[in-house]
């Protein structure tokens, strides 16, 4: 969870979850749709079906995995998950190397480089992750790092009256630490969504998007008007949002639609397209946007 996600935004999300997972035996035999109902709204869902796939293999395993190696067998499993896990859990040597360990690294070593990505950045700077491991205590000192790199060693503004390796610090010395370290950013590309508000007799239409989808797997979200196969308006919407994923800025914008310019040929032809009841709302997952815009929605319809 807190791989993409601010631990203060998470653990509400953490919390619920290990009261109904509390270990891999409860998460193995749950069905797939509780298990996404439990992550929504904290997105890439792709890490929710794999813990799951996870689950079911690991309760089978014998012996368990002990090792970073071992652990990166598993679903979902990469370098950075497999060295924090074996690392804290089960003390075995093993660095971990994300972002905030690269920017305290870059900074120590006044590495002015210019990486292509952060991948790029996290392989150049794994070497020297691992000679400064502190393999008799390999579990503390990735935490030590992951905190500096989260609140001392910050990307702008960074805490250096107050480090405790500032002293050794060559960034803080030589150079500036603030823009280190060069790491090339993706170019933003925008896109527009046109989206559709539809109610009948306190139902919902929405669109359900297919099980073995990329993105978004099995959850519903307001129909555009391309699933629609409708022009979109040009009649002032009665919502406009603007969201980021990854490097794309998404401007969403919401008009409303009476049933009588949804033809039925189409809906009989979409079975992804569904009348909701809207007391049944809270049971499906909506990927986390579009459950708070159902709802902004339905309290103005209230109003």
């Known amino acids: 969870m807190a791989q993409q996600t601010q631990i203060k935004t ?21 069905p797939s749709e509780d298990v996404l109902k439990h992550w929504e709204g ?18 089978s395993m014998e012996p368990k995995p002990t090792t970073a190696t071992e652990w990166q067998a598993l679903p979902g499993i990469g370098p950075y998950t497999s060295a924090a896990i074996s690392s804290i859990a089960q003390d075995f040597p093993a660095a971990v190397v994300d972002g905030n360990v690269v920017r305290i690294l870059a900074r120590l070593s006044n590495d002015t480089r ?15 992750a691992d000679e400064l491991l502190n393999k008799d205590h390999p579990g503390e000192h990735n935490q030590a790092m992951m ?19 500032a002293p050794d610090c060559l960034g803080l010395e030589q150079g500036e630490p603030d823009i280190i370290p060069k790491i090339q950013r993706k170019a933003t590309i925008k896109a527009a969504i046109s989206r559709a508000w539809v109610i009948q007799e306190n139902n919902i239409l929405l669109y359900q998007h297919a099980t073995d989808a990329k993105q ?35 401007t969403e914008s919401i008009h409303t639609l009476n049933t009588k310019q949804v033809p039925n040929s189409q809906l009989e032809s979409t079975p992804e397209l569904q009348w909701i009841p809207i007391q049944q709302i809270g049971r499906i997952t909506l990927s986390g946007p579009h459950r708070k815009w159902v709802q902004e929605l339905l309290k103005q319809s209230l109003r």
């Not at 904290?42 to 309760?59: D, E, M, Q, T, W």
């Not at 210019?114 to 020297?128: H, I």
């Not at 699933?227 to 002032?236: R, S, V």
């Open 114 to 128: 210019e990486f292509k990505n952060n991948g790029d950045a996290v392989k150049q700077f794994t070497p020297l």
């Open 10 to 30: 998470m653990l509400p999300y953490f919390e619920r979850w290990m009261r109904r997972f509390p270990d891999f035996e409860a998460l193995a035999k749950a």
């Open 147 to 165: 905190e500096l790199g989260a609140l001392i060693c910050t990307k702008q503004n960074p805490s250096c009256s107050i480090c405790p390796v």
């Open 216 to 250: 978004l797997a099995g959850q519903f979200e307001l129909p555009s008007f391309e699933q629609l196969k409708l022009a979109a308006p040009k009649a002032k919407p009665l919502l406009t949002k603007t969201r980021g994923i990854t490097n794309r800025r998404i």
């Open 42 to 59: 904290l997105g890439y869902y792709s890490r929710a079906r794999n813990l799951h796939k996870l689950a079911k293999v690991y309760i």
